[in-house]
């Protein structure tokens, strides 16, 4: 059984800064894509960040030159440094992974259990 473990969240100050961890363990062949998503009180879950396998990131606009995905592989880990936090960012954010598992052999998107950011202004 795969899972994600987050950790990271808080309150902060509008301005202020937190990283993001999100760990992956459990009986993978291979994990793919990993991104990070925010669900704010009466709102829809959006992504907010992605990166591939191979390295390649892409942001949504609202977090563009603030936020920045990274992974380490050897750990099975994906960050999300978040700067120069706003009130608006305040949300629940989730990592996911697209992961492949051994047995049984299966593709799945696998979720973290959501960390709470709060952004006080």
């Known amino acids: 059984q795969v899972q994600l473990v987050e950790s990271g969240g808080g309150l902060v100050q509008a301005g202020g800064s937190l990283r993001l961890s999100c760990v992956a363990s459990g009986s993978m062949l291979s994990i793919n894509a990993m991104g990070w998503y925010r669900q704010a009180p009466g709102n829809q879950r959006e992504l907010v960040a992605a990166t591939t396998g191979g390295g390649n990131t892409k942001y949504a606009d609202s977090v563009k030159g603030r936020f920045t995905i990274s992974r380490d592989n050897a750990k099975n880990t994906v960050y999300l440094q978040m700067n120069s936090l706003k009130p608006e960012d305040t949300a629940v954010y989730y990592c996911?992974?697209?992961?492949?598992?051994?047995?049984?052999?299966?593709?799945?998107?696998?979720w973290g259990q959501g960390n709470l950011v709060t952004v006080s202004s």
């Open positions: 996911s992974a697209g992961v492949v598992t051994t047995s049984p052999f299966r593709h799945l998107e696998v």
